[in-house]
Structure formats: structure tokens, C-alpha cells
């Protein structure tokens, strides 16, 4: 038996993507931009690509920029705008955000720019105030990430919409929260994704922009994506997403509950056998649907990550990106946790394909890996 | 004419009777090390030539890599025609500007000239063509080697090599390979004395993972460049630690941690018919290197335990790790064994005779046999 819990580092391609790829690449391979035949089949279905991609977001009166993955998006939506606007200016960013994200605004802040951080709350919410504060001081910038990729924070995507009201541009992560948490553009002028996160290939991602922000690409060349984005289409990438979105889709609006159920169930399962487990973050139901962080009190996260390697059971204790580093968590900790706690940390993250089989075997597992880890501590 | 790569040998020179054998073992291992480059590799009049290889500059790495060689020279062989070996000696010297000497060499004495004439008239036609040039016979810049032996062979730049004694003359060992700067040091130091060398490494799952292994697999590759192969014993560990952990006081848990590693070590080394151990060592570097440390966990062994690093500093010690290019690979922050239950407060003046009744509530025969007998072996080709 094998449980692959670590979805928020990347999912399986499913089979509609593979079978996407496979075909773009055997037969669909001409280049979008050339003017015969299979070349503007190929065009066509980039763009019916984009259309169907943007349409659970509601996008209509926005553009999609493919892109090689959400760091790319992200970098691009935030240096790509700032660049555009006129002298220094304020620029605001939770503290919990990914890389791609707080790098980018670690490099305005190097350009001279005022970056205001935003901290969060215990539960991972923002600082409201403090937004409103950097608001007040002329921002013209805020980014915010629609999912936690550590804690499954949610972010209440209308609120910020109402409290920015056109002071600033908004850009929104999404890559944790595409197709698993509901969004609307109406709430922002900037949104990334990524395929991986959605069982898609690697290598491709977007970000979608509302007409009328003005942006400076990072890449530049041959003006493919509006100028935004040169270099030849990734059409495999973009089939290859574009199927699995579909499928995604397809599952219909129960499916962000039944993911929901999953997830309560495993808690459910571990609290059983682990009765001191403790939730980091909000309350489960609060959080998005798929992704929980919890602590196994005086076990480090990496150790039990190694014991439930062994069982096939595979998860992390942070995100994938930062998880080599051997560092502990900066969401965590920004959230207010001691760094010696935060090291307990676990992710489990999940997808609509997972099983309850899986659910239950990881959950069983659990208990007696606890029991054994807690015996041997460090004194 | 050809060109050809010059190898001089370092201390084999100063074995008796059984040079032809250590010469042997030379010449095998230069075979191997040119194999991908296609080099003819003979031996003659103490003296070993590589020809036909595809790529100097390949050759040249590779030869000066290889234990037992003292220095390379990039050389000419002609024909033993006077003419020709000197104008193929002004061509060579055309680049260079500063002082040099001539030293003609003639071992056919059937050749015309003798070495003082040859040395003579190659160093004025040499410097007729290059004014850049000026001869200084005690301390040239630039040395120009004519001999004259079955061919004849010039050269001038010589390169040095990494020295040491033929790779496999100095017997079988076995290296405590943790994934720390130290211990691949450790191994190199011995195996440039021609040891044959295993590496065996603690894993202790769940406190150590995947990418622990994989970074010694990698530090052995970059050993086995030097040996071509080794065989690397991954001993699950955590048994031993947990055992230890619970029945041992804190204090000296990490030097009965050692004194199991080593009796484990021994067995796995008596495997792979080795002679000694060779640890990373460098004493007082911490608790466990002590002298009364040191003198606890070699008590449990009856081979040598070499430590050739025993009188570095650490910055002596990552120098060498540089050179060899282990040290990037031993940066990198995963946890290894020896970290796993770290005492806050260890001992670093042990009694050995304390050890006895402090490891008497373990059953050592049978954790050490359990260990022997399910680790892992696996063989680490060279990159």
C-alpha cells in the first residue's frame, strides 16, 4: 500500500494529460505562430485553451499568460507591473507567502522600494489594519497568496477586493488554490497558477491578467503572449494543462466539499491514534479543502516524515521548496509559533484523487510510528 | 614524429627488488586511467609513455591523478636525426620568453653527439631564434629535456602529479565514511599511499533520510575516481542508537555510539579483506577525539586504526577537501548519524575502565551481528 499525501509539492499526471501531451507531441506540434494549416490548428487550440482555462475563474475580461510555472507567473506579475509604474513606490506583501513571491519584493525592496510586510495572525489571517495603514501610505501593489501552501490558510479574496477598492493592484497566488478553492477575477487584477499542482505537467503555469494592467515582460524575444512572454509556446505543456484542468472540472462543484470530507477524515484518523496532535493554523473546515499542517508533540516533522517514508507513505514537513534547507518553518513562525514547536511540523496534503484506502492506511500507520518516535527524544 | 606523454614516478624509484612489481602495478593502473582516451601506455628505461590518446589536456588530468605518478611532461618523440630534433626544439621554445638550460641526455651512445655537445648546440640555435630567450645554467625558467634513447624525446613544461604510491600496492583497508569534510579526507590521505579502500557508512532511519545516502554515495563516487570502484557497506543503524540511547547515560552516548561503529567496522573489514580501519579523526576536534576517547574506541578492535588526519587542523583538513572536490558535497546539511542524539554535556575524559559496566546492560554481540548482517552492499563506479 502507498499514500501520496505530498500534493501541495506536486501531483501524479493524470491519464487525460498524459494522453494530451503524448498527442500534441506526436501530431500537434507545429509551431502556433506559423500561417499554414496544422500550424493555426495548433493556434487554435491554444487559444481555445486559454478560454477554457479561464473560464472557472471567471476571466472574461481578462488575458491568460502562459507561463513556464507559478514562480515564473508570480515574478512576472510582480516586477512586470511594478516596473510599469513611475518612481519609488509602496508595495505591500503578506509574511507568509511563497518564494517566487517574497524574493520578488525582496528585490524591489533592494531597488529602493518601500515594502511594507504584512504579518498574519495566530490563525494565519492578515493584518488588516496594517494593509489599510500601507493602503493609506499611496501602496500601489499588494500581493497575497489565495492558499497556503504550508497551512492551507484561506484568504478572504472578497474582503481584500473591498478594502483595496481600486487603490491598488491586487495580485492573488493561487497555484495551492486553482480549481480546489472558488476564486473570481472580480477580486483581483492578477492571478497565477500551476499545472503541476493539478495533476498537469511540470514546466507549465499561467498568470492571468485583467485587461488594462499594464505589465513589462521578463522575457523577451519573438512577442509570443502579447509581447509579455517571448519565446515559442510550451503546446505540450499547455495541452497537458489544459486537459487536466478540464478534468479537475469536470468533477463539478461537489468536489471542493468531498476533498474537504477526505481531509476531516484523516484528521480524524491520526487524532484517534494520536490524541496530543495538535492543528497548526485555523480550524480545518476554515482552511482550504486539501492542505493540513499538523505537529507530533516532541517528534521533529523531518524524523517522522523519514518513518512514514518507510511505510510508503509519503508527505513533508514544509514546503517542498524550502524542505532541503533544513530550516524551520517561516509561516509557521511568522504565525506566532516558538521555532522548537514549529519543528514538529507535518504536511498533509491531499487531491480529489485521493483514496479514503490511502486515507485510512496513513492514518493507521501513524499511531504506532508516534508511539515508538516519542519514547526516543534528544534529552 | 609524435606526440607523446612523459611519466615520472615518485617513490617507486627508491624500491629495491620489488620495483618491476610496484613498476607493473603503475603502468596497469596509467592503462586503466587512459582507457577512455584510447592512450598506448608502455614502459621504458624507467620511464612510462602514453601515446595515440585523443586529448592531451584529458590525458594529462588523468595521468597526473593517478597515485605513484611524481610529475607529466607533454613531449616530442622523433627520430634520432640531429636536424630534426632541433628544429622541432626551437619550434617547442618559440612561446616561451625568460631564461632556460638545455640538459641533453644520451643514453644510446651510439648517437654523434654526447649530452654536453647536444645541450650545447640545441641551447644556440634555440636561442638564435628567440631573442625573448636567455640562458641561465643554475636556475633556468624554463628547462629543455633532450634524450636520446631508442627515440629521441623533448620537453619542456613538466607537470606535477599527485605522487603517493601505485593505487593497490598498499594493501585493503576500510574507511568510516560519515558525509562530514573529514573522513573523505581521510580516505584520499591513505589511498594516495596505494590503499585499496571500502567505505562503510551508519544510516539511521527514520533520523536520517534519503538524501543522506545518496550524499556518501556521492563522496564515494568522487573517491572512486582514484581507485576505479568501490564498494561502499550501508549498516542500518538505528537499532544500535536507540539501544544506546536508552540504557547508556547521556554522557557518553556518543562514545559508545563510536565503540559499536568500530566493532561493527571490523567485522564488515575482515569482508572485504582489509587490514586496518581508517577514520577522520583530528584530535580534540571534539569529545570523541580525545586521547582517553580515542584510547576507548580502539579497545574494542584488533586491527590498526589509522587516523591520518590526526594532527590537521580543520582548515587544513578543507583545504584538502577542496582539492580533491569533496568538500562541496560534504556542506550539504543532512543530518547524519553522529547528530542524531548529540549529549548536551559528553564526556571528553573517559576511563576505559568504566566501559564494561557501562555497556553491560547492552547485548553488543547481538547488535553488532544484527547489524553485520543486514547491511546493504553496494559498488560505487567512478564518474
Known amino acids: 500500500m502507498l499514500a501520496y499525501l505530498d500534493n501541495s509539492a506536486t501531483t501524479q499526471p493524470c491519464e487525460a494529460a498524459i494522453e494530451a501531451m503524448t498527442a500534441c507531441l506526436r501530431e500537434g506540434w507545429h509551431n502556433p505562430s506559423s500561417v499554414y494549416r496544422p500550424a493555426v490548428e495548433a493556434f487554435r487550440r491554444v487559444r481555445e485553451a486559454r478560454e477554457n482555462l479561464l473560464k472557472p475563474i471567471r476571466g472574461a475580461n481578462c488575458d491568460l499568460i502562459f507561463t513556464s510555472g507559478g514562480t515564473e507567473a508570480n515574478n512576472l506579475a510582480i516586477l512586470g507591473t511594478v516596473s510599469r509604474m513611475r518612481g519609488r513606490q509602496t508595495v505591500a506583501v503578506s509574511a507568509v507567502e511563497h518564494p517566487s513571491v517574497s524574493a520578488a519584493f525582496e528585490q524591489l525592496r533592494d531597488q529602493g522600494h518601500d515594502v511594507r510586510v504584512i504579518g498574519v495572525d495566530m490563525t494565519g489571517q492578515p493584518d488588516w489594519e496594517a494593509l489599510e495603514r500601507a493602503l493609506n501610505d499611496g501602496a500601489s501593489l499588494v500581493s497575497m497568496m489565495q492558499v497556503n501552501n504550508e497551512t492551507g490558510v484561506k484568504l478572504d479574496a472578497e474582503r481584500l477586493h473591498k478594502l483595496v477598492s481600486g487603490r491598488a493592484l491586487i495580485h492573488v497566488d493561487g497555484v495551492q488554490g486553482y480549481l480546489r478553492v472558488p476564486f473570481d477575477m472580480k477580486w483581483a487584477d492578477l492571478y497565477s497558477f500551476s499545472g503541476h499542482k493539478l495533476h498537469g505537467p511540470k514546466g507549465i503555469g499561467g498568470l492571468v491578467v485583467k485587461k488594462g494592467v499594464k505589465l513589462s515582460p521578463r522575457q523577451i524575444g519573438g512577442g509570443q503572449e502579447n509581447g509579455l512572454r517571448s519565446g515559442t509556446e510550451n503546446t505540450p505543456g499547455i495541452m497537458g494543462l489544459n486537459a487536466a484542468a478540464l478534468e479537475l472540472v469536470k468533477m463539478g462543484e461537489d468536489m471542493p466539499r468531498e476533498l474537504m470530507e477526505k481531509k476531516l477524515r484523516l484528521i480524524e484518523g491520526i487524532r484517534r491514534a494520536v490524541p496530543d496532535v495538535v492543528i497548526h493554523g485555523p480550524a480545518p473546515e476554515d482552511a482550504a479543502p486539501h492542505i493540513v499542517n499538523l505537529g ?69 500507520k501513524i499511531g504506532n510510528i508516534y508511539d515508538t518516535l516519542k519514547r526516543f527524544q534528544r534529552r | ?53 585523443s586529448d592531451l589536456d584529458a590525458c594529462i588530468d588523468r595521468v597526473s591523478k593517478v597515485f605513484g605518478v611524481y610529475s607529466v611532461s607533454p613531449a616530442i618523440e622523433l627520430n634520432k636525426d640531429f636536424e630534426e630534433i632541433a628544429a622541432a626544439c626551437v619550434e617547442m621554445m618559440k612561446p616561451l620568453s625568460g631564461t632556460f638550460k638545455v640538459f641533453g641526455k644520451r643514453s644510446d651512445k651510439k648517437f654523434p653527439m654526447n649530452s654536453m655537445e647536444i645541450g650545447m648546440e640545441i641551447g644556440g640555435r634555440v636561442l638564435e631564434a628567440n631573442p625573448n630567450l636567455t640562458v641561465d645554467v643554475h636556475k633556468p625558467q624554463h628547462r629543455l629535456m633532450v634524450e636520446i634513447r631508442d627515440m629521441a624525446y623533448i620537453c619542456v613544461e613538466e607537470i606535477k602529479a599527485v605522487g603517493g604510491m601505485p593505487m593497490g600496492t598498499g594493501g585493503k583497508a576500510a574507511l568510516l565514511l560519515s558525509g562530514g569534510i573529514d573522513s573523505p579526507v581521510a580516505g584520499y590521505q591513505l589511498m594516495k599511499r596505494g590503499v585499496r579502500l571500502c567505505a562503510i557508512h551508519f544510516q539511521s532511519p527514520p533520523y536520517t533520510g534519503e538524501l543522506a545516502k545518496d550524499k556518501v554515495l556521492q563522496l564515494a563516487k568522487k573517491l572512486a575516481y582514484y581507485s576505479g570502484g568501490m564498494r561502499v557497506y550501508m549498516v542500518p543503524f538505528t537499532k544500535c542508537q536507540l539501544e544506546i540511547h536508552e540504557k547508556c547515560p547521556d554522557e557518553l552516548g556518543t562514545l559508545i555510539t563510536r565503540r559499536f561503529m568500530m566493532r561493527i567496522a571490523e567485522k564488515l573489514a575482515k569482508d572485504f579483506g582489509a587490514l586496518a580501519l581508517i577514520t577522520g579523526e583530528s584530535l580534540g576536534q571534539v569529545a570523541s577525539q580525545t586521547m582517553e576517547a580515542l584510547t576507548c574506541t580502539d579497545a574494542v578492535v584488533d586491527m590498526p586504526v589509522f587516523r591520518p588526519l590526526i594532527g590537521l587542523d580543520k582548515t587544513e583538513i578543507m583545504d584538502i577537501a577542496v582539492k580533491i572536490d569533496t568538500y562541496d558535497t560534504s556542506i550539504l546539511p543532512y543530518e547524519d548519524c553522529c547528530t542524531v542524539f548529540t549529549p548536551r554535556h ?13 555497556e553491560e546492560k547492552l547485548d553488543t554481540e547481538a547488535l553488532v551481528a544484527e547489524a553485520v548482517e543486514n547491511t546493504e552492499v553496494l559498488i560505487v563506479e567512478p564518474e
Not at chain 1, 327 to 355: D, I, N, Q, Y
Open chain 1, 296 to 364: 507530533f508533540p516532541n517528534v521533529r516533522g523531518e524524523v517522522m516524515l523519514h518513518a512514514l517514508e518507510a511505510e510508503n507513505i509519503y508527505v513533508s514537513t514544509g514546503s517542498a521548496c524550502s524542505s532541503k534547507k533544513l530550516k524551520v518553518s517561516s509561516v509557521l513562525t511568522a504565525m506566532g509559533m516558538a521555532p522548537a514547536k514549529a519543528e514538529w511540523a507535518v504536511r498533509f496534503s491531499l487531491s480529489p484523487h485521493t483514496t479514503e484506502e490511502e486515507i485510512d492506511y496513513a492514518a493507521g
Open chain 2, 1 to 53: 614524429m609524435r606526440h607523446v606523454l612523459l611519466v615520472r614516478y615518485g617513490e617507486v624509484f627508491l624500491k629495491g627488488a620489488n620495483r618491476p612489481h610496484f613498476l607493473k602495478v603503475l603502468t596497469d593502473n596509467i592503462k586503466k586511467a587512459v582507457k577512455p582516451l584510447h592512450g598506448h601506455v608502455w614502459l621504458s628505461d624507467s620511464r612510462v609513455y602514453v601515446s595515440d590518446f
Open chain 2, 346 to 358: 559528553p564526556v571528553t575524559r573517559p576511563k576505559l575502565a568504566d566501559m564494561p559496566k557501562v
